[in-house]
Nanobody, 124 residues
Framework: QVQLVESGGGWVQAGDSLRLSCTASERAFSNHGMGWFRQAPGKEREFVATINYNGVTTHYAPSVKGRFSISRDNAKNTVYLQMDKMQPADAAVYYC?????????????????WGQGTQVTVSP
């Protein structure tokens, strides 16, 4: 099972940008699609973005499309989430996850490994 560690969370103001990173523990990282999810207080965890094993294919939740960008560097075993034009509604704990296969995925059931999460706070 791939071990994942997120970083880059913090506090920003509305309209600011933030980049999250998620580093995997093994080179098998490049065999897996990756995803970002988030969970706000009192809400269920929701899908944010996903990328396939080689970075060619991506998919976003409608609420972040055009503002967030997912990318990966397989040489560094790392996936990124660039968040621009942030809004208070983006505040949540953000989790990265490794999918069970090489393709993109949006459902939690299709992800085998999860990071511990990183907190993102957005003030108005």
């Amino acid at each position: 099972q791939v071990q994942l560690v997120e970083s880059g969370g913090g506090w920003v103001q509305a309209g600011d940008s933030l980049r999250l990173s998620c580093t995997a523990s093994e080179r098998a990282f490049s065999n897996h699609g990756m995803g970002w999810f988030r969970q706000a207080p009192g809400k269920e965890r929701e899908f944010v973005a996903t990328i396939n094993y080689n970075g060619v294919t991506t998919h976003y939740a409608p609420s972040v499309k055009g503002r967030f960008s997912i990318s990966r560097d397989n040489a560094k075993n790392t996936v990124y989430l660039q968040m621009d034009k942030m809004q208070p509604a983006d505040a949540a704990v953000y989790y990265c996850a490794a999918s069970k296969g090489p393709a993109i995925a949006t459902l939690e059931v299709n992800f085998a490994s999860w990071g511990q999460g990183t907190q993102v706070t957005v003030s108005p």
